[in-house]
């Protein structure tokens, strides 16, 4: 087994590449710099007035996108080379337009297809033509959050003195995270809120207008920082991914390759994590680093490997510059990285839901009533992150039923202000218009499509931040989902130039007021209901699933069919009798429509137990 003199090989192999990365992009040709400084101009272009999509004709022409129709310029009987462009006979480009998008009206909307033209591969377009799709994972790290805390440490390192480390988690302003996540979480009320998320606009298409999770949000319901530096990579992916696995190895003093052969699956497992913390010769920074490996991971960005984290991040979390830790805008990574993973569950064929879940469903408390659990915690208190207002709630209903109450609810059943008005006072940067970024994952930011959550009078909003190529978001999503927008770059740190204007906007004087040409030129542009009168109740599509057999129907007819000719009065006592055998029954059937939902499936374990295992043994 190698040794750390390896890793350090392996370091100094990295940082030549990176250098000579350094050295290749000093020979970008003229033109080139030309195109990327046009595409950096661009990110300043996103206030032109309408239609929807706000790019100039120069920004268009540079990065040879149509991003209404989301169409790609290819070449004619050739091949695209890197960087080229495809142009056909006599230097003519050739449109290829994607399969996946609307290029006309869509039944129950949108009429005009120009906002969302991915709607085609939406999971509500294939419930409005009868395809239900069932409700599928939701992700949290429940179980590994209440195993894994500093209380537990403290009692397994009885002779460390781990008060030291809590007071320098404190100084990052992270600590506060150990907490803000809930016991439970509501998988069917989650899909009904995904299937109104439009990945153009960024946010939930309601029957009333457009509403978002915005920067205020974020900071208000976990205690996340908006301000501060962006999360962003240092290097390509390949070299990114090595630095990463290297500083990993470091910290949890183990080697090189079995941390790499642990990335391959996802990354290490919160039970690697924490049996190396809990090593009796671990210095303190180390368990710092360790455990922010962990919170990080596991409160803001949560993916789909259940148990295991993958911490992108690392390069933030060096020996170096640890103590710079908070000065990162943590909260709008957070928020970068979900609303990516809502486009990708908004896709027909997705079956599950990552990132900060807790930041999703407490938005949905606070600003719909309707859904909110009916008691408060007890112990909140004022000042503390909005999540801990919320006890381990009941179910809302099926996502059947909640999908009906959204298609009829309407402005005046929603909390526009739920902190009070003049928010952005407090939190400025939440008026920023431009994108947000977490490591390679960038997103559209644009609080101008839900000015009501500010108080204001909603009126048509500018045209939409332009991805810089041909989008991807088909029906399958996954890795399948692309999207390529600018970096904030300078739109992050010059606020004041890249914000848009409380002065511009009137003060709303009742819940939810709009332009009065607001809803005619809204309504145009959406799907603004779910369900489609038109067509019943639909099987769930599951691929590769066959119904049951049709023999059970009769089994269920045989049971009940004398209880229903019953003349007695025990009649009930009869059906009590039977219910344990007609479940057994109808249960292959309930799994195949969707409907069996006795296990939630949204916890990150299966045991609920843990017994701390003992630490193993470190590569020195």
């Known amino acids: 087994?190698?040794?750390?003199?390896?890793?350090?090989?392996?370091?100094?192999?990295?940082?030549?590449?990176?250098?000579?990365?350094?050295?290749?992009?000093?020979?970008?040709?003229?033109?080139?710099?030309?195109?990327?400084?046009?595409?950096?101009?661009?990110?300043?272009?996103?206030s032109v007035p309408h239609p929807d999509?706000?790019?100039?004709?120069?920004?268009?022409?540079?990065?040879?996108?149509?991003?209404?129709?989301?169409?790609?310029?290819?070449?004619?009987g050739g091949r695209r080379g890197r960087g080229g462009r495809g142009r056909g006979r006599g230097g003519r480009p050739q449109t290829r337009f994607n399969p996946d998008v609307l290029d006309g009206p869509f039944p129950g909307g949108p009429r005009d297809p120009s906002l969302i033209p991915s709607f085609k591969s939406h999971v509500a377009a294939y419930i409005w033509r009868g395809e239900e799709r069932p409700v599928g994972r939701v992700e949290s790290r429940i179980n590994s959050l209440n195993q894994f805390n500093y209380e537990k440490i403290a009692d397994a390192l009885e002779d460390v003195d781990v008060s030291v480390d809590k007071h320098f988690l404190r100084m990052t302003g992270l600590y506060p995270l150990a907490r803000c996540y809930l016991q439970g979480i509501d998988t069917p009320l989650l899909f009904a809120f995904v299937e109104r998320w439009q990945p153009e606009t960024n946010n939930f298409h309601m029957p009333w207008g457009e509403m978002t999770i915005t920067l205020h949000d974020v900071q208000m319901i976990l205690g996340a920082n908006v301000e501060g530096r962006?999360?962003?990579?240092?290097?390509?992916?390949?070299?990114?991914?090595?630095?990463?696995?290297?500083?990993?190895?470091?910290?949890?003093?183990l080697e090189f390759e079995e941390i790499d052969e642990s990335w391959k699956h996802g990354g290490p497992t919160w039970r690697m994590l924490q049996g190396q913390l809990l090593m009796l010769d671990t210095p303190m920074k180390r368990r710092v680093q360790i455990y922010l490996v962990f919170l990080l991971g596991s409160i803001l960005f949560p993916d789909k490997t259940c148990d295991r984290v993958k911490?992108?991040?690392?390069?933030?979390?060096?020996?170096?510059?640890?103590?710079?830790?908070?000065?990162?805008?943590?909260?709008?990574?957070?928020?970068?990285?979900?609303?990516?993973?809502?486009?990708?569950?908004?896709?027909?064929?997705?079956?599950?839901?990552?990132?900060?879940?807790?930041?999703?469903?407490?938005?949905?408390?606070?600003?719909?009533?309707?859904?909110?659990?009916?008691?408060?915690?007890?112990?909140?208190?004022?000042?503390?992150?909005?999540?801990?207002?919320?006890?381990?709630?009941?179910?809302?209903?099926?996502?059947?039923?909640?999908?009906?109450?959204l298609d009829n609810m309407t402005a005046d059943d929603v909390e526009w202000l739920p902190y009070g008005r003049d928010i952005?006072?407090?939190?400025?940067?939440?008026?920023?218009?431009?994108?947000?970024?977490?490591?390679?994952?960038?997103?559209?930011?644009?609080?101008?499509?839900c000015v009501r959550q500010f108080g204001w009078v909603q009126d048509i909003p500018r045209g939409l931040i332009p991805s810089m190529e041909p989008c991807s978001r088909g029906p399958k999503g996954g890795t399948s989902f692309k999207v390529n927008y600018p970096f904030p770059g300078g739109m992050w740190d010059m606020v004041q130039a890249h914000s848009i204007r409380a002065r511009a906007?009137?003060?709303a004087r009742q819940r939810g007021e709009v332009d009065e040409h607001y809803m005619e030129w809204y309504t145009d542009r959406t799907h603004p209901k779910i369900n489609?009168?038109?067509?019943?109740?639909?099987?769930v599509h599951r691929e590769n699933v066959r119904p049951p057999d049709q023999p059970a129907y009769y089994q269920v007819v045989r049971a009940l069919y004398p209880i229903t000719r019953s003349t007695g009065q025990d009649w009930m006592q009869q059906f009590a009798d039977l219910r344990a055998d007609l479940g057994d029954i109808m249960q292959p059937a309930a799994r195949?429509?969707?409907?069996?939902?006795?296990?939630?499936?949204?916890?990150?374990?299966?045991?609920?137990?843990?017994?701390?295992?003992?630490?193993r043994r470190a590569r020195r």
């Not at 970008?28 to 950096?40: D, G, K, L, Q």
């Not at 045991?607 to 003992?614: A, L, R, Y």
Request: proline share 7%; net charge negative.
């Open 1 to 46: 087994m190698a040794g750390k003199g390896n890793s350090s090989a392996i370091m100094r192999a990295v940082r030549e590449e990176a250098e000579h990365q350094e050295r290749e992009s000093e020979h970008i040709t003229m033109s080139t710099r030309r195109r990327r400084e046009a595409e950096r101009a661009g990110e300043a272009r996103s």
């Open 53 to 76: 999509v706000g790019s100039s004709r120069a920004m268009e022409e540079e990065a040879d996108v149509d991003p209404v129709h989301e169409t790609e310029v290819v070449a004619r």
């Open 230 to 253: 962006v999360v962003a990579p240092r290097y390509d992916d390949a070299i990114e991914r090595t630095n990463c696995v290297y500083l990993l190895s470091e910290a949890l003093n």
């Open 311 to 405: 911490p992108w991040y690392m390069h933030v979390l060096e020996d170096s510059v640890l103590d710079q830790v908070g000065t990162y805008s943590w909260g709008s990574a957070c928020l970068a990285n979900l609303y990516r993973e809502l486009g990708i569950c908004s896709r027909a064929q997705s079956r599950g839901l990552a990132g900060c879940t807790t930041l999703l469903q407490c938005w949905i408390y606070e600003y719909f009533p309707r859904f909110q659990p009916p008691e408060e915690s007890e112990r909140y208190r004022e000042f503390q992150p909005r999540c801990k207002r919320w006890n381990a709630p009941p179910k809302a209903g099926t996502l059947e039923h909640i999908r009906g109450l």
């Open 424 to 449: 952005h006072e407090s939190i400025p940067r939440s008026l920023y218009h431009g994108t947000i970024q977490y490591m390679w994952v960038v997103e559209p930011y644009m609080p101008d499509r």
């Open 505 to 507: 906007y009137k003060t």
């Open 532 to 539: 489609n009168p038109d067509v019943g109740p639909a099987p």
């Open 592 to 615: 195949y429509l969707g409907i069996d939902r006795d296990n939630d499936n949204d916890d990150d374990d299966d045991d609920d137990d843990h017994e701390v295992q003992p630490p």
